[in-house]
């Protein structure tokens, strides 16, 4: 036989070897019923396409069409149907295996040149080294999760987009959500890391240093983000600190200027009284209190804004993220924390760097609690005031309802248990395993989201097939309770996995205790079922439309809002008893989904009026962004549904830049959010930075100061900020901010 030369799919050639063909036919034979001594059969049909080359006078010739050749020879006499049928199941798995791999390098390739940015974490830098990497590392660890490691049941809830798994990417690995830290203890006792341990703090200005420290430190335990819960009342101890210290400066300031300046008339002398001797005494230590004092404000103020710059440029994560970072602050009466939270706002409203930019990290929430800061007679109602100016400018801090009814059974006298949230507006309710309403140590372990759009259109479907009997709602609600177990079967189907993690994956974060409830005799169990599993859903608004033709702005649409939510709520209370898991009711943030959900549900139904005509759904309970009405009017409508959520919610109202100078206006508007028990409450204002001279306002694309085009123009995403909104925004998320319409 001349030689003839194969071509593979790759290009590259090779000499023909009917061995291959004995080779491959075999295996088919095996895996029919390992009748090995059918071999003969293979041996024919390696000779028969042999003597086809010679008949043709083949010299070149694909890989496929020896596979062709191959499948027709075993077809075709029709004696081992079942010998072909393997055979071609077996051309057919390796193909898939190799277009797997292809589209999966594709990918990684796409990835790693940041071809085709899509902005799906604000966070992220997808154009620089560690952004191309991460995200290269997220879509082969996506991947994997989806084919490898989740149910059936939950793979396909996925990709038919009904039940998200959020953060995919992390997954596999096996780590968890978010935390709030216990920096009450952390820094009380230190802390080991791997490479050295580190002492209690013995001054603010440590005190705040070690915040971002451990900030850091615990961001790289886990996916999402972490938050201090009280960090006025935290950092008393440390004030007092830096306090003595400064006092006791002050009295050997005081005596060296007694010493240099009158030294000649000091007391002892006859003509001094004991008053006198008295007064002066008082005097010294009087000089060295204040003093102390003022030295003490300086350094808490220096303390701050040092945290701040750590937390704005300290790019730790993979893709050049900076950590999730909140703290929330605002009900220590005490001088001290007093002094925390003036400093905490006074540098928010200063700004950030040269151009004093509005700080992204961390985000700021002031803990409004009645009796403490709520009206003019209260202690630190003045520093709810500079709260609202520093908001109507910089857009932080947010407003947690302390009051709020959600956290009942909360103890007044520990702020640990004080409501508090995740920037995002991820909240620790009440925990079944013990802890009660204490918030440290604890954050929620894995979300799932219910896409309700989706659903809505079965229901919808279901109806119109069955002659339009039951009522579409009635159908939808029974398609909707089914989802909701299955996304708990999902949540405990992740849980488990992240239990079976080792504590070696996360040793700062168990060995430090850093989440609570840690006993190693008992696994990482013991601590992660103090943390929330949740329930979380998207496109309320959309969801009542595909229904009932309208939205939760009117009442029939309010109705069956609540009869859903109270669905949700009924559900996870029921989980919650009989899995002795924190199942939690969770109005999603959706920063990525809201979009990515849109696109696959347009390419399935196609645009539907007031359904899907736009880039993304209305996040959660959210009344569309787009609705014109009044502040007072969209907080009459969402508190009317926050109230079924126990493990996060947020919501917030556009305002134009001029509330600026009017901040009675806006101290009205927090506290009709608050007094209608609103749980977790933001105010949107634009900020347009301009990057050449630093002026702040509302202009979009031109400074009106110096006519610089190169502004910076900063939106929310969920709870967080981030950065330029027409760069770090996906495609949805732009449109809708700029479908959002003020609230008069
Ligand atoms: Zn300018």
């Given at each position: 036989m001349n030689k003839i030369i194969v071509v593979k799919r790759d290009g590259t050639e090779m000499p023909y070897d009917s061995n291959k063909i004995f080779h491959a036919v075999m295996k088919a034979i095996k895996e029919v019923d390992g009748d090995i001594s059918r071999g003969y059969l293979a041996v024919n049909i390696a000779k028969s396409v042999d003597s086809y080359m010679e008949e043709h006078t083949v010299e070149c010739i694909t890989v496929e069409e020896i596979q062709d050749l191959v499948e027709n020879l075993l077809i075709y006499?029709?004696?081992?149907p079942e010998i072909a049928r393997a055979y071609i199941r077996y051309r057919y798995k390796r193909e898939l295996a190799r277009n797997n791999y292809k589209e999966l390098m594709d990918t990684v390739g796409e990835k790693l040149s940041a071809a085709n940015v899509q902005n799906q974490n604000a966070n992220v830098d997808e154009y620089s080294f560690g952004g191309r990497m991460g995200e290269m590392n997220s879509a082969v660890a996506r991947k994997y999760a989806l084919e490898y490691l989740v149910s059936p049941m939950a793979r396909k809830n996925h990709e038919e987009n009904m039940i998200y798994i959020h953060d995919l990417d992390n997954y596999a690995v096996g780590s968890h959500n978010c935390l709030t830290i216990p920096f009450d203890d952390l820094l009380a006792k230190g802390f080991n890391t791997r490479q050295t341990d580190v002492r209690p703090a013995q001054s603010v200005s440590t005190a705040f240093q070690l915040v971002a420290v451990i900030f850091q430190l615990q961001s790289l335990q886990q996916f999402g983000g972490v938050s201090a819960s009280h960090i006025d009342w935290t950092m008393v101890p440390y004030v007092r600190k830096s306090f003595a210290k400064h006092y006791r400066d002050g009295l050997r300031f005081v005596e060296t200027l007694l010493d240099s300046e009158i030294p000649n008339e000091m007391p002892c002398s006859a003509s001094y009284s004991e008053v006198s001797i008295h007064d002066e005494v008082v005097w010294r230590y009087n000089e060295a209190w204040k003093y102390a004092l003022e030295m003490t404000e300086r350094e808490v103020y220096q303390a701050v804004e040092a945290m701040y710059h750590n937390l704005n440029t300290l790019q730790s994560r993979s893709g050049n993220q900076l950590p999730f970072t909140s703290v929330n602050y605002g009900t220590c009466t005490l001088p001290e924390g007093r002094m925390v939270t003036k400093a905490l706002l006074d540098v928010s409203i200063k700004g950030i760097g040269a151009l004093h930019k509005t700080s992204v990290f961390p985000c700021g929430i002031f803990q409004c609690m009645k009796g403490v800061n709520r009206e003019p007679s209260d202690p630190n109602y003045d520093l709810y005031k500079l709260a609202l100016r520093s908001t109507a400018q910089r857009l932080y801090p947010n407003y947690a309802n302390?009051?709020?009814?959600?956290?009942?059974?909360?103890?007044?006298?520990?702020?640990?248990?004080y409501f508090s949230t995740m920037g995002c507006r991820t909240a620790n309710g009440w925990d079944i395993n013990g802890l009660g309403q204490l918030k440290d140590g604890r954050g929620n372990i894995c979300p799932v989201t219910i896409i309700m759009p989706t659903l809505a259109m079965q229901a919808k479907e279901e109806w119109l097939a069955e002659g339009q009997g039951e009522k579409v709602e009635d159908i939808f609600m029974g398609i909707l309770n089914e989802k909701i177990h299955e996304a708990k079967d999902m949540l405990i189907e992740r849980f488990n996995w992240i239990c079976s993690q080792s504590p070696a994956s996360a040793k700062f974060m168990y060995e430090n205790g850093v989440m609570a409830g840690y006993v190693p005799e008992e696994g990482i169990r013991s601590a992660l079922k103090h943390g929330t599993i949740v329930i979380g859903q998207l496109g309320l608004a959309e969801t009542l439309q595909i229904l009932i033709s309208c939205d939760h702005t009117e009442e029939r649409g309010m109705e069956l809002a609540k009869r859903i939510e109270q669905l949700f709520k009924d559900r996870c209370a029921e989980f919650k008893k009989e899995y002795s898991l924190n199942f939690g009711v969770y109005y999603t943030p959706a920063e990525n989904l809201c979009h990515t959900a849109m696109k696959k549900f347009r390419a399935k139904y196609g645009v539907i009026p007031n359904v899907s005509e736009n880039d993304y759904f209305t996040n959660s309970i959210h009344v569309p962004v787009w609705k014109e009405m009044s502040v007072f009017d969209k907080i009459d409508i969402e508190s009317q549904l926050?109230?079924?959520?126990?493990a996060g919610c947020i919501t917030y109202v556009e305002l134009d830049s001029t509330v600026k100078n009017n901040i009675d206006a806006l101290e009205i508007i927090v506290n009709y959010a608050m007094d209608k028990d609103i749980p977790y409450f933001a105010i949107n204002v634009p900020n347009d930075t301009c990057?050449?001279?630093g002026y702040t306002d509302?202009?979009?694309?031109?400074?009106?100061?110096?006519?610089?085009?190169?502004i910076q123009q900063l939106r929310r995403v969920t709870g967080y900020l981030t950065g330029n909104y027409k760069t770090a925004f996906n495609k949805g998320k732009q449109q809708e901010t700029e479908m959002r319409v003020k609230h008069g």
């Open positions: 006499p029709g004696d081992y302390v009051d709020w009814s959600g956290n009942a059974g909360y103890d007044r006298n520990d702020p640990r248990t926050t109230g079924y959520s126990s990057l050449h001279c509302e202009f979009n694309d031109c400074c009106p100061e110096c006519g610089s085009e190169d």
